[in-house]
């Protein structure tokens, strides 16, 4: 079973800059594609990013492009969310997660989740 940990949440000022990163452990990591999503106080959770195994398909949400940068290293079994210029609308629980097949936009294609880190931008 593939287990999930990010690290990196925290407070920020906006137009700041904060690197999440999701480290995986029990299973294999770099045959599968890995995604983050986000959740605000009161709204649901929604995608932000995601990388294929080979690193050669990435995506965005319109709300993080050309300010968000995700990345894997395979050898280390992490993936990496690169957050600049935040504004306090990114404030919201960070998560990763593993993707063995399906659309990246539905979280139901996501097998395994880790538990979150905290990412809060103030103004």
């Known amino acids: 079973q593939v287990q999930l940990v990010e690290s990196g949440g925290g407070l920020v000022q906006a137009g700041g800059s904060l690197r999440l990163s999701c480290a995986a452990s029990?299973?294999?990591?770099?045959?599968?594609?890995m995604g983050w999503f986000r959740q605000a106080p009161g709204k649901e959770r929604e995608f932000v990013a995601q990388?294929?195994?080979?690193?050669?398909?990435?995506d965005y949400s319109d709300s993080v492009k050309g300010r968000f940068t995700i990345s894997r290293d395979n050898a280390k079994n992490t993936v990496y969310l690169q957050m600049n210029s935040l504004k306090p609308e990114d404030t919201a629980v960070y998560f990763c997660?593993?993707?063995?097949?399906?659309?990246?936009?539905?979280?139901?294609?996501?097998?395994?989740w880790g538990q979150g880190t905290q990412v809060t931008v103030s103004s």
């Open positions: 029990g299973g294999p990591f770099s045959i599968y594609a």
């Open positions: 997660a593993h993707r063995s097949s399906g659309s990246y936009l539905l979280e139901r294609n996501y097998d395994y």
């Open positions: 990388i294929h195994w080979s690193g050669a398909r990435i």
